[in-house]
């Protein structure tokens, strides 16, 4: 075997035995860049891992993987690595997809702040394996832009961004875009479409016509749309013709026989506690989201916050919190600890696992992502990979969670073609986990390398760079 070989630690890779004459040396990288990249070579070979390659096929152990200018030449037990190749012996390591996360914003809140987090959210996502977000409602639009032109020009570390537009709604709103009739819905979708938004998300009190106007006018310019929604139900907006729809049950508004048309029902909560999942109004908005091939986004990594102790507390989570932003947090989860005895969030949260479950089994389209708002105890990157072990919660097994969290996301984003799976002829954007988080969810915390546009990042380095100032920068 020609090459460089090197061993993963949990932390770091190890020093490198030195490459034979005439190994092709990697490309100049900026100091920002620089710093996190470990594997920056035109030719790469995994070798002696676990792959879990996204499409729901079963692992396969003691495979290779050849990256060739940042494509995946070959992937399987029996590739011959090629000459000149640097070669990475990651035997106890197993590989998966890069993680797409359809529900990524790049701004944190608190109960007590909002923050564009242009520093540290790109670091923690890809540190964490995800490889490309949606970011599913901007709160600073241009802030966004600016930082996938950053990314996607070399300048800085991060994965690749897909821009939602702002939030667009009706009624009153401190910081979302109120569209108030559908001339003013087109107009900004337009503005924002030229502005480089390929997705728009309308929000829990846009009306129907507006957001039919918002639909009508992104589909004329190829681009689609996505709601958190409540004033329309799923099935209306299906009808209208929305593209995917988010977070699912939590926010369903089809089961509430008293709702009035274009306003969010005040009793949605106790609606939900009471509907029939096996029953027939759950399977007509299944039955219309399959027909018309409208994708549900789970985010369940968000709403379990907001159960009474859950989730369980995390060293890393706290110590990547800023000392102010980790204070909010915990007293915030004290005061909804305090609920527990009265709370309906933990009868939601199960029941809104069963209905995915149910989604699927259905024949729909399920990808997810974390959504790190609401208290502030999902943080982003480190949210995505708690959704495995929710998922795997859900009833769905380990290698079921990995496709909604890698190839249905690229489905969902029209990009399956390219990237989501790990297959010849593919990006090979990849993450290198230290473990087995097919046997053990939990595992998928302790990435140590990521693949993405050729590059191979110290996961643990780009974590690290954002300690103790998440939520501030």
Not at 20 to 36: F, I, K, N, W
Not at 68 to 84: L, Y
Request: glycine residues 10%.
């Amino acid at each position: 075997m020609r090459g460089r070989r090197y061993a993963h630690a949990a932390l770091a890779l190890a020093t490198a035995i030195a490459a034979p004459a005439g190994a092709q040396t990697g490309r100049e990288l900026p100091e920002a860049v620089a710093e996190y990249v470990t594997v920056n070579a035109p030719l790469v070979a995994l070798t002696n891992v676990q792959v879990v390659d996204g499409t729901g096929a079963a692992p396969m152990a003691g495979a290779t993987i050849v990256i060739r200018d940042g494509v995946i030449e070959a992937v399987g037990a029996d590739v011959e690595i090629p000459a000149g190749a640097e070669v990475l012996d990651l035997a106890g390591h197993t590989v998966l997809p890069g993680i797409v996360g359809l529900h990524d914003h790049t701004f944190y809140t608190t109960a007590g702040r909002r923050v564009q987090l242009h520093e540290t959210a790109p670091k923690l996502y890809l540190g964490a394996g995800v490889t490309t977000i949606r970011s599913t409602g901007s709160y600073h639009p241009y802030s966004e832009l600016n930082l996938k032109r950053a990314i996607e020009a070399g300048e800085l570390p991060g994965p690749r961004v897909h821009v939602t537009g702002p939030y667009l709604t009706g009624g009153v709103s401190g910081y979302m875009t109120i569209v108030n009739d559908p001339e003013e819905a087109r107009r900004v979708v337009g503005y924002w479409a030229d502005e480089g938004a390929t997705w728009f998300k309308v929000y829990t009190r846009i009306s129907r016509a507006d957001l039919a106007a918002v639909i009508d006018e992104a589909h004329s310019r190829g681009l689609k749309v996505t709601g958190h929604i409540c004033s329309v139900s799923f099935r209306e907006a299906v009808e209208l013709g929305i593209d995917n729809l988010e977070h699912g049950f939590f926010t369903n508004s089809d089961y509430s026989p008293d709702k009035q048309p274009d306003e969010c029902p005040g009793d949605l909560q106790a609606r939900l506690l009471e509907v029939d999942l096996d029953g027939p109004e759950v399977q007509a908005t299944f039955r219309d989201m399959i027909e018309h091939d409208v994708a549900m986004t789970s985010t369940l990594a968000i709403y379990e916050t907001f159960v009474p102790n859950r989730p369980p507390l995390e060293e890393r989570v706290l110590e990547l919190m800023a000392p102010e932003v980790r204070a909010e947090y915990l007293a915030t989860r004290e005061e909804i600890a305090a609920t527990a005895d009265s709370s309906a969030w933990p009868g939601l949260f199960e029941r809104a696992k069963a209905y995915e479950k149910a989604f699927v089994e259905a024949g729909g389209l399920l990808a997810a992502g974390v959504d790190p708002t609401g208290i502030g105890g999902a943080l982003a990157g480190l949210g995505d990979q708690r959704n495995l072990e929710l998922l795997v919660e859900a009833g769905f097994t380990p290698v079921e969670a990995i496709e909604i969290m890698t190839a249905n996301g690229a489905r969902v984003l029209g990009e399956y073609e390219r990237y989501g799976s790990i297959e010849p002829g593919k990006l090979a954007e990849l993450v290198v986990v230290d473990g087995d988080p097919i046997a053990r969810p939990a595992e998928i915390r302790n990435v140590t390398l990521v693949f993405k546009d050729g590059l191979g990042y110290d996961a643990p380095k780009l974590l690290q760079s954002t300690k103790g100032i998440v939520g501030i920068r």
